[in-house]
């Protein structure tokens, strides 16, 4: 769901510096993967089944495709944390190192929120004490409803930083990518065989459920750490997105667009994940050309940078919103026929998450980064500036 940034050091560029100690483009791809999940929270996820003419209606049907934002973080996260790995793989105190950047990076705004969540009352205590435990994506084995969304999908990143670093440091290069290909293939047959024998809960939202998105990601990371040329890299590109397209046009009449559906339910997330590598692949290359100003806007590489704070922020700031409209400025809630209103909570309400985050960036969360000087000995440090690979869902990141 967003990643947070660590800076990343590659003691060698094999294809034409694509892989560089600061990859910018990425931020932008972090930015348009949280304004997806902002768009869909602010919009379809609460007025979709609301009527507000044609146009409205078909700009709301439109950000109903926000939840995508977090298979793009899982794929960020995958690539770029097995990056961190395998470049400090061979390097002393690996675990040290790497726990402390994680725990400095994520947990300061993650556990802030969770206290906040409590103060306002906005999710139920058990639901907060399990998240405590990364648990939020598993709240229903507790007979717990899940009472913050975004947060299922950082507890299935926090599981992958738990389990990822152990698998990269005891495995060859050739392993690790076995390993990855074989989560790719597996999980969606798992979710098959969960969804043929009517076990359907979960299948969106259980680490061992959505774990290919993450594979996916490690898989690049490994084969762009290979003996691969730059054309090569164009031509595994296109065919990700090209099997993307094709698999969706192919598997459209047999419900692949819906996880109500087998079809749907085992290959939905693969369709997503094959096209987000591909787009990956495609930023890098762009970044690495005469094509970089594509892929470096600046609003969105701001977002971006944020993506952590801001998935992490927006939807309690929109019901902070929401309360304060039905207790103080009941003219302001949305209704049918009214979609100025919803487009007003939007502005209101996103521009103040931005806002959020972005204090909270400058001003909570730098410290804690700050800190690593001092719990990380300098001479553990790369000389390279870290990239940041939390999503929202820290990527990373829910719908």
Same mark, same amino acid.
């Given at each position: 769901? %967003? ?15 694509? /892989?560089?100690?600061?990859?910018p483009? /990425? ?6 993967a ?11 996820w ?27 973080f ?14 400090s #793989? ?8 790497? !726990? ?22 906005? $999710?139920? %205590?058990?639901?907060?004490?399990? $998240? ?61 065989v ?11 939202? !259980? +680490?061992?459920?959505v774990a ?18 730059? #054309? ?10 090209? $099997? ?25 997330? +693969? ?13 890098l ?17 701001f977002?971006? *940078? ?56 400058k *001003?909570f ?6 800190? #690593? ?11 390279? #500036? +870290?990239?940041?690979?939390?999503? %929202?869902?820290?990527? +990373?990141?829910?719908?």
């Amino acid at each position: 769901m %967003p990643s947070a940034p660590e800076h990343v050091h590659h003691s060698a560029a094999p294809i034409e510096n694509l /892989l560089r100690p600061f990859m910018p483009e /990425l931020d932008m791809l972090r930015g348009i993967a949280v304004l997806g999940v902002l768009l869909l929270h602010a919009f379809y996820w609460r007025y979709g089944s609301s009527s507000f003419g044609p146009w409205a209606g078909k700009f709301l049907q439109a950000t109903r495709f926000g939840w995508i934002g977090v298979n793009l973080f899982f794929v960020l996260s995958g690539f770029l944390i097995t990056g961190i790995l395998l470049d400090s #793989k061979d390097k002393p105190h690996f675990y040290r190192r790497f !726990y402390t950047r994680r725990a400095l990076r994520i947990l300061p705004a993650y556990y802030a929120l969770l206290i906040l969540l409590l103060l306002l009352r906005t $999710s139920s %205590p058990a639901f907060v004490g399990l $998240s405590f435990l990364y648990l939020a994506n598993m709240t229903e084995f507790f007979g717990v409803a899940c009472g913050y969304g975004p947060l299922w999908s950082l507890a299935v990143e926090e599981h992958f930083y738990i389990l990822w670093p152990a698998v990269v440091r005891q495995v060859t290069m050739r392993h690790l990518a076995l390993i990855s290909a074989a989560i790719v293939v597996f999980v969606p047959l798992l979710r098959a065989v969960s969804f043929a024998l009517g076990y359907e809960a979960g299948l969106d939202w !259980y +680490t061992w459920f959505v774990a290919d998105g993450l594979a996916a990601g490690a898989l690049l990371a490994v084969v762009l750490r290979t003996a691969i040329s730059r #054309k090569q890299v164009w031509i595994l590109c296109w065919i990700l997105m090209g $099997s993307a397209v094709a698999l969706y046009v192919a598997g459209h009449p047999f419900g692949i667009d819906t996880r109500n559906r087998l079809l749907g339910a085992a290959l939905q997330y +693969t369709t997503v994940n094959a096209l987000f590598a591909g787009i990956l692949l495609l930023f890098l290359l762009a970044g690495t050309s005469a094509a970089r100003r594509y892929v470096n806007l600046s609003v969105l590489r701001f977002l971006g *940078y944020l993506s952590y704070g801001l998935y992490l922020d927006h939807l309690l700031v929109f019901r902070v919103y929401d309360w304060t409209c039905v207790r103080y400025f009941p003219q302001l809630i949305a209704s049918s026929g009214h979609f100025a209103l919803v487009f007003l909570r939007f502005t209101l309400a996103g521009g103040a998450a931005i806002a959020v985050a972005c204090l909270s960036r400058k *001003y909570f969360e730098e410290r804690f980064l700050r800190l #690593k000087d001092s719990l990380v000995p300098e001479s553990l440090e790369s000389k390279a #500036k +870290t990239m940041d690979t939390t999503g %929202p869902h820290g990527t +990373t990141q829910a719908a």
